[in-house]
């Protein structure tokens, strides 16, 4: 157990969500400390029937923490986490500033959760459209050994925070009503529309969302000559993402293999029957930890390919659950010593 830990970025939407696992899943600590910047400092937060006052993030504050659970922008990670680690913190990093340090851990727990051993007081939690996909990955990569992955995402506009949910919904009164709308989070309209673009230009036309997808799978299956080609799209939903996955194994795998290998696999749900209509989507995925799989089915123009979908909580799993997951996996390391 932990002795003092601290959820830093506490009352922002993936903070909320991180308290919430906390309670729901009875973490083991004996004390705990919330942080967020100077903005929210000095804000109340009731955690398990008692009230706590957020702290102000600076860097002596960090004494004394045994962990810290970080959901920041980029820029405020850059800063706090050697703050904390300097102090003797362990953090997890919610946040994409250090996924790609080399000496950094990118830990998806179903899928390489030896990946903490030796970590240097920071291991970093991956991309939200990243983690549903190796989680789905990985059982098809043990049995066949992936070599090709070709998705398409379709992404809630929680991905981009709350202004993003609040750019969907006044969108779509104002479109509707024939109104003007100043959005916020999204260059283009979000409502009625898709915006097949995620993060800034980065390299040969690929986005930065992108590029992500390509650079943290292959670290965290640590093989680079897993080929990915992704294509990221916004689109207008709330919450939960989805993807369309298009995968090229060594070895062949069946439809009827890959639904025995996605059923057996932790954190993965199987919802898959075209004839009645069931299939997952984002509306019923919503507030699930679980990353869902259905549309089984086999490449026609391949060999040896598997085509599937795949929908998951992207503030969930694709963030606070994955992070707080990690942390249950070093509790478990330090009771294993």
């Not at 943290?216 to 996955?245: A, L, M, Q, Y």
């Amino acid at each position: 157990m932990f002795e003092t830990i601290a959820i830093v970025g506490a009352t922002g939407a993936v903070g909320r969500i991180i308290r919430q696992l906390l309670e729901e899943r009875e973490f083991p600590y004996r004390n705990i400390r919330f942080l967020a910047s100077k903005r929210s400092a000095g804000t109340s937060i009731t955690f398990k029937g008692e009230d706590f006052l957020v702290e102000e993030m600076t860097p002596d504050v960090f004494e004394g923490i045994d962990l810290a659970i970080g959901s920041t922008p980029d820029e405020t990670a850059k800063e706090f986490c050697p703050w904390a680690v300097e102090r003797g913190c362990v953090v997890v990093d919610e946040s994409g500033y250090w996924r790609m340090e080399p000496k950094v851990p990118l830990v998806v727990p179903e899928v390489n959760p030896e990946a903490i051993e030796g970590h240097q007081g920071l291991i970093s939690s991956p991309n939200c459209s990243t983690t549903q996909m190796v989680v789905a990955m990985k059982p098809l990569h043990d049995f066949g050994r992936i070599r090709r992955v070709v998705v398409s995402t379709y992404q809630a506009t929680s991905g981009a925070g709350v202004k993003g949910q609040e750019d969907l919904k006044a969108g779509t009164r104002a479109f509707l009503a024939g109104e003007d709308y100043q959005y916020q989070a999204f260059k283009h309209p979000i409502a009625f529309n898709l915006v097949p673009q995620i993060g800034s230009p980065k390299h040969q036309g690929y986005t930065s969302e992108e590029m992500k997808m390509v650079h943290e799978t292959h670290k965290i299956f640590g093989d680079d000559s897993i080929r990915v080609c992704p294509t990221c799209i916004r689109v207008p939903v709330d919450n939960c993402h989805s993807e369309s996955i298009l995968v090229e194994t060594d070895k062949k795998i069946t439809v009827a293999q890959a639904r025995e290998l996605f059923a057996a696999t932790p954190g993965i749900k199987v919802v898959d029957d075209l004839d009645s209509g069931k299939y997952p989507m984002p509306a019923q995925c919503d507030g699930d930890d679980a990353v869902f799989v259905g549309r089984i089915r086999e490449d026609l123009s391949s060999d040896n390919g598997l085509a599937f979908w795949c929908v998951s909580d992207n503030l969930r799993k694709g963030a606070a659950t994955n992070a707080v997951q990690i942390a249950e996996l070093l509790v478990k390391s330090q009771a294993a010593v």
